[in-house]
C-alpha cells in the first residue's frame, strides 16, 4: 500500500510529458496487436454480412423461379430485366417478384426496427412486436382500410400515426422518473393484447369479411402483394433505414447505460427519440405493408448476435436475417406444408418457442425481465 | 492547449489547464432539491475525493459537475464556460466521466468495450482512424488489460472490470476524470489496486481526477483535496487533514470517532466508535 506521493508507476506507462502528441510512449507492438484484433473483427463481421447478403439473394432468385410453374432461371432473368416473355411475364413478374421484393423490405424493416429497440433498451423482449407497435399499426391499417375505406399512402400514414401513439403511449405509461425495461415491456405487452383485440373487431365487423385480409392485418402475409404496397415501404426503408445507420455509434454508446453514453457526448434524449422515431417508421410502414408478420423484428436481432458475435452494431446484420427469415418463411409457408400457410404464421411457430426461452431463463436469472 | 484560468499547477503533470468550478449549484430531480446553492473549485492536476453519506447528493453533484444534469440555478464552468451550453462532444473531449453502474453489452469484448470511449472524436461517418488505435492501447497499456483486449467483459472478475471501464474512459482521452465510486463492490486489494491506478495517472500524465467514495480512509489517503458533502450542502473543503476531523466526522456522518495519524503515509485516519468496542479512556474522553 503507498500513498500518492510514494505511488510507484508501472514502467509501461505512457506519459504525455515525453512527446507533445501524446502518443509517442505507446509502444508501437500493442498498436499494432490492437489494430489487429479489430481488423480480425471486422473480417469476421464482414465475412457473415457478405454470406447473410448472398443467401437473401439465393432464397430471392429461387423464389422467383419456384412456384406451381417451375420457370427457367434464364426466362426468369429477363423478366426480371424487363422483357416480355410468355407466360412468365405475369407470373413472374406481376405476382412472384413484387411479393419477394416486398419480403425483402419488410425483413430489412422488421430487422433494423427490432434490432434498435433491442439494443437502444437493453432487452431483447423490447422488440416492438412485442411491446405492441406492430399491433398498433397493423389495428390502424386494419381500421383505415375496413372502416374508412382508405388505400394506398394514407393507410401507410394511419398506420405510422397510431405506431408513433402507441409508442408514446407506452413509454408514458411505463415511466415513471425513467423507463425502467420491465415496466416498459409488461406495459407493451398489454397493450399488444389489447391492439390485437382492437384488430379483431374491425376485421369481425368489416362487411366485405374476407379471410385474406383477415389474416394479413392478425398474422401478416405477402399473399396478393401488389407494386403500390410495396413502393410506400421501400422508400420509409430507404430513409429510415439511412437514418438509423447514421446512429450507429451513438446507438453502440446508448448500449452502454444513459450515464455513460452522455458522459461519451451522446445527446442521448434527442438521440433516443430519433431513433424510435426511424425504428417506428420502419415498422409501421413495413406493417401497412405486410401486416404484422410475427415475430420477425423480435428474432431477427438476436439472430444476428449469434452469427456475427455482439462485437460493432448489429444494425446491418439484423436487417439482413429478418429480410432472410421472411423470404424463407415465406417460402415455407407456401410451398412446403401442403396448405398455403400465410408468411407471418410460420414466423410465428418459430418466435413462439424463442419468447418462452427468454421468458423461462429471465425468470431463472432472478426474476427480472 | 493553453487556457487563461490556470489556478495551480503543483507538482502534478503538464496536461493540467483544464479549470472545472461549481457556482451556487442547485439541481434536483421532479420536485426533490437534492443540491442546494453549492460552490467548490476542482484543483486543476489533483485528486479530488467528494465524501458523505448515503444521499447527500455525491452522485448528483457528479452528474452535473459532467453536463448530464441541468442545474436549476447556477452554473458549473469548465474551462470558464458554462459547460451545460457547451455542445455534448466538446464536453466529452475534455471531461470524462465513469457512472457507477455502467452497463457492458452482453458478450462485448474489452478491446471493443475500449474502443467505444473514441465515441466524442469521431464524426458520423468518419473511419476509425490510427489515433483511436493508439487511444485503445494506450488505455489497454495504462490499466494493464492489454492481456485481456480479445476476451469478453462478462467473463472478467470485478476488479479486472472496473479497469476495463477505466480503460475506456481513458480511451476518451479527457485531461478530466470524474469517477462516481469507482470502488464498489470490489475486495480491498481491488479498491487499493483501482485507486493506486488513478494516482498513476494523475502523477503521469496530470490527469484532473475527481471521485466519488465511500471509504472515508481511502478519501483521505488517495486525495490531494476532500470535499465533504452533508444534505446537498458543502461542509468543508480542503486537504485531507483539514477536512478529516472528529468534529466533521460527528457533523456529517453522526458518527463519534477518533482521527488518529496514519502510520504508513501520515494522512489522516478515522477510527469509528461504535456503542460497544470502546475502551473506557475514549468513552471518557
Avoid at chain 1, 17 to 32: F, I, Q, R, S
Avoid at chain 1, 333 to 341: A, E, K, V
Avoid at chain 2, 76 to 87: C, F, N, S, T
Avoid at chain 2, 164 to 171: C, E, P, R, T, Y
Wanted: proline residues 6%.
Amino acid at each position: 500500500m503507498t500513498g500518492p506521493g510514494a505511488s510507484t508507476t508501472p514502467a509501461a506507462l505512457p506519459t504525455r510529458a515525453e512527446e507533445p502528441d501524446g502518443y509517442g510512449a505507446v509502444p508501437l507492438e500493442t498498436v499494432v496487436a490492437v489494430a489487429r484484433g479489430r481488423v480480425r473483427r471486422t473480417a469476421r463481421r464482414r465475412v457473415v454480412l457478405v454470406v447473410l447478403a448472398l443467401l437473401v439473394l439465393a432464397v430471392f432468385a429461387t423464389s422467383l423461379v419456384v412456384g406451381r410453374t417451375v420457370y427457367p432461371p434464364l426466362d426468369v432473368l429477363r423478366v426480371v430485366l424487363g422483357e416480355d416473355v410468355q407466360g412468365a411475364s405475369f407470373t413472374v413478374g406481376r405476382l412472384r417478384l413484387p411479393r419477394a421484393v416486398l419480403a425483402v423490405v419488410v425483413g430489412l424493416s422488421f430487422g433494423l426496427g427490432g434490432v434498435t429497440f433491442q439494443t437502444m433498451l437493453r432487452n431483447p423482449l423490447a422488440s416492438p412486436d412485442v411491446i405492441g407497435i406492430s399491433s398498433g399499426a397493423s389495428a390502424a391499417a386494419a381500421f383505415a382500410i375496413v372502416v374508412l375505406g382508405l388505400s394506398g399512402p394514407s393507410v401507410s400514414l394511419v398506420a405510422i400515426v397510431a405506431a408513433l401513439a402507441v409508442a408514446l403511449l407506452v413509454y408514458g405509461l411505463a415511466f415513471r422518473g425513467g423507463v425502467a425495461g420491465t415496466r416498459l415491456i409488461l406495459v407493451g405487452i398489454g397493450i399488444a393484447a389489447m391492439l390485437e383485440s382492437v384488430t379483431a373487431y374491425v376485421l369481425s365487423r368489416a362487411a366485405e369479411w374476407d379471410l385474406q385480409e383477415a389474416v394479413r392485418w392478425l398474422a401478416g402475409s405477402l399473399n396478393g402483394t401488389d407494386w403500390s404496397e410495396v413502393l410506400p415501404a421501400t422508400a420509409a426503408l430507404v430513409v429510415c433505414g439511412a437514418v438509423l445507420l447514421s446512429r450507429t455509434r451513438a446507438l453502440g454508446a446508448l448500449q452502454l447505460g444513459d450515464d455513460t453514453a452522455a458522459a461519451l457526448g451522446v445527446r442521448v434524449e434527442p438521440t433516443r427519440i430519433l431513433l424510435i422515431v426511424a425504428a417506428v417508421g420502419l415498422i409501421a410502414f413495413a406493417t401497412a405493408a405486410a401486416g404484422p408478420i410475427a415475430f420477425v423484428a423480435f428474432l431477427a436481432g438476436p439472430i444476428a448476435a449469434r452469427v456475427v458475435g455482439t462485437n460493432g452494431s448489429l444494425l446491418l446484420p439484423a436487417g439482413l436475417v429478418g429480410a432472410l427469415l421472411v423470404l424463407v418463411a415465406d417460402l415455407c409457408g407456401q410451398f412446403l406444408l401442403g396448405t398455403r400457410y400465410p408468411v407471418g404464421v410460420v414466423t410465428g411457430v418459430l418466435g413462439a418457442p424463442y419468447l418462452i426461452y427468454l421468458i423461462v431463463r429471465t425468470n431463472r436469472a432472478g426474476g427480472s425481465l | 492547449m493553453s487556457h487563461p484560468h490556470v489556478v495551480h499547477g503543483g507538482p502534478a503533470g503538464p496536461a493540467a489547464d483544464h479549470t472545472l468550478e461549481v457556482l451556487e449549484l442547485t439541481v434536483g430531480y421532479g420536485e426533490r432539491t437534492v443540491i442546494s446553492g453549492l460552490d467548490l473549485i476542482v484543483p486543476p492536476g489533483r485528486i479530488t475525493a467528494i465524501v458523505g453519506p448515503n444521499a447527500c447528493g455525491k452522485s448528483t453533484l457528479l452528474r452535473s459537475m459532467s453536463r448530464l444534469l441541468g442545474p436549476r440555478a447556477g452554473r458549473v464552468l469548465l474551462d470558464g464556460r458554462a459547460i451545460h451550453k457547451m455542445p455534448a462532444k466538446e464536453v466529452a473531449r475534455t471531461l470524462g466521466l465513469l457512472p457507477q453502474s455502467p452497463v457492458a453489452p452482453e458478450g462485448i469484448t474489452v478491446a471493443d468495450l475500449v474502443g467505444r470511449g473514441r465515441h466524442p472524436h469521431q464524426g458520423v461517418l468518419s473511419r476509425w482512424s490510427h489515433a483511436d488505435d493508439v487511444a485503445v492501447a494506450e488505455a489497454l497499456l495504462a490499466t494493464d488489460t492489454t492481456a485481456l483486449a480479445e476476451r469478453p467483459v462478462d467473463e472478467l472478475s470485478g476488479g479486472q472490470r472496473q479497469r476495463v471501464w477505466i480503460a475506456m474512459a481513458l480511451a476518451q482521452q479527457t485531461d478530466l476524470l470524474l469517477l462516481d465510486e469507482p470502488t464498489t463492490f470490489l475486495d480491498v486489494s481491488h479498491q487499493v489496486e483501482v485507486l493506486d491506478l488513478l494516482t498513476d495517472l494523475n502523477h503521469a500524465r496530470g490527469t484532473t481526477v475527481v471521485m466519488v467514495l465511500h471509504d472515508l480512509n481511502l478519501a483521505a489517503r488517495y486525495a490531494d483535496h476532500l470535499i465533504a458533502l452533508t444534505e446537498g450542502r458543502l461542509h468543508a473543503a480542503g486537504s485531507p487533514a483539514e477536512v478529516l476531523t472528529e468534529d466533521a466526522v460527528r457533523t456529517v456522518f453522526g458518527l463519534e470517532s477518533r482521527v488518529i495519524t496514519d502510520p504508513t503515509c501520515g494522512k489522516p485516519l478515522m477510527l469509528p466508535i461504535g456503542r460497544h468496542h470502546s475502551a473506557p479512556a475514549v468513552r471518557t474522553a
